[in-house]
């Protein structure tokens, strides 16, 4: 059984090219994403962590930390990130994890339980390594998104759903389709027009169960 929304997520002792690190002391008080990719030196990844990378003070001021997870060892993620900085004109200051043994991709249901990888190995060994996990301060799994080998991954969504993430966590509402920071959120149906009222002062009824309001500082 993969992790579900709202489950806590494993606290794996990992080795990353920063040193060993525990889950849930790395996330601490803060927000987490960790990103798993199939293999060090591949170009889509390399793209993706590149992306990861630019995005620094993006995450900085959401208060968000962020893990990479690849199947190779320490010495090629070190070896890596000279790649990764070069194509992305950024450093990247993150770890990234080294899954050798499978330990993080198997806890986080990235592959199936039986799943076998000899020395080798090549990117479609690991096709299913390719998730995003959003993690809330509170250790759990608030949001996962998993892509195909040839689709490179939107980290501007990631980030846009992040932010989806920390408006309702924070405030008691929701966001509809592709709304950005600064756009209308919704008023859950569970809240009284009367509660709404007090709580957001004006809204708009747009059905009896749709109603929007400004979104809160």
Same mark, same amino acid.
């Given at each position: 059984?993969?992790?579900?929304?709202? !489950?806590?997520?494993?606290?794996?002792?990992?080795?990353?090219?920063?040193? /060993?690190?525990?889950?849930?002391?790395?996330?601490? !008080?803060?927000?987490?994403?960790?990103?798993?990719?199939?293999?060090?030196?591949?170009?889509?990844?390399?793209? #993706?962590?590149?992306?990861?990378?630019?995005?620094?003070?993006?995450?900085?001021?959401?208060?968000?930390?962020?893990?990479?997870?690849?199947?190779?060892?320490? #010495?090629?993620?070190?070896?890596?990130?000279?790649?990764? #900085?070069?194509?992305?004109?950024?450093?990247?200051?993150?770890?990234?994890?080294?899954?050798?043994?499978? #330990?993080?991709?198997?806890?986080?249901?990235?592959?199936?339980?039986?799943? *076998?990888?000899?020395?080798?190995?090549?990117?479609?060994?690991?096709?299913?390594?390719?998730?995003?996990?959003?993690?809330?301060?509170? @250790?759990?799994?608030?949001?996962?998104?998993? *892509?195909?080998?040839?689709?490179?991954?939107?980290?501007?969504?990631?980030?846009?759903?992040?932010?989806?993430?920390?408006?309702?966590?924070?405030?008691?509402?929701? /966001?509809?389709?592709?709304?950005?920071?600064?756009?209308?959120?919704?008023?859950?149906?569970?809240?009284?027009?009367? !509660?709404?009222?007090?709580?957001?002062?004006?809204?708009?009824?747009?059905?009896? *169960?749709?109603?929007?309001? @400004?979104?809160?500082?």
């Amino acid at each position: 059984m993969g992790l579900r929304i709202n !489950d806590t997520i494993p606290d794996l002792t990992v080795e990353t090219d920063k040193g /060993t690190i525990s889950l849930h002391d790395f996330v601490g !008080d803060s927000w987490a994403i960790l990103f798993s990719h199939p293999k060090d030196f591949t170009p889509v990844c390399t793209t #993706e962590f590149g992306a990861v990378a630019q995005l620094a003070d993006e995450w900085e001021k959401r208060g968000t930390k962020v893990i990479g997870v690849s199947v190779d060892g320490v #010495e090629d993620h070190k070896k890596w990130k000279g790649d990764i #900085e070069h194509v992305a004109g950024a450093t990247a200051g993150f770890p990234i994890i080294a899954d050798t043994g499978l #330990e993080v991709s198997k806890a986080f249901d990235m592959l199936p339980a039986e799943a *076998y990888m000899p020395d080798g190995r090549t990117p479609a060994d690991s096709a299913t390594v390719r998730s995003v996990f959003i993690i809330g301060p509170d @250790k759990q799994l608030k949001l996962s998104m998993t *892509y195909p080998m040839t689709v490179g991954r939107n980290f501007a969504e990631v980030l846009r759903a992040l932010d989806g993430l920390q408006m309702s966590t924070n405030n008691g509402v929701a /966001t509809p389709a592709n709304w950005n920071v600064g756009e209308d959120v919704i008023i859950p149906p569970s809240v009284s027009d009367a !509660d709404a009222k007090a709580k957001f002062g004006e809204f708009e009824t747009v059905l009896p *169960y749709l109603r929007k309001t @400004k979104a809160p500082n």
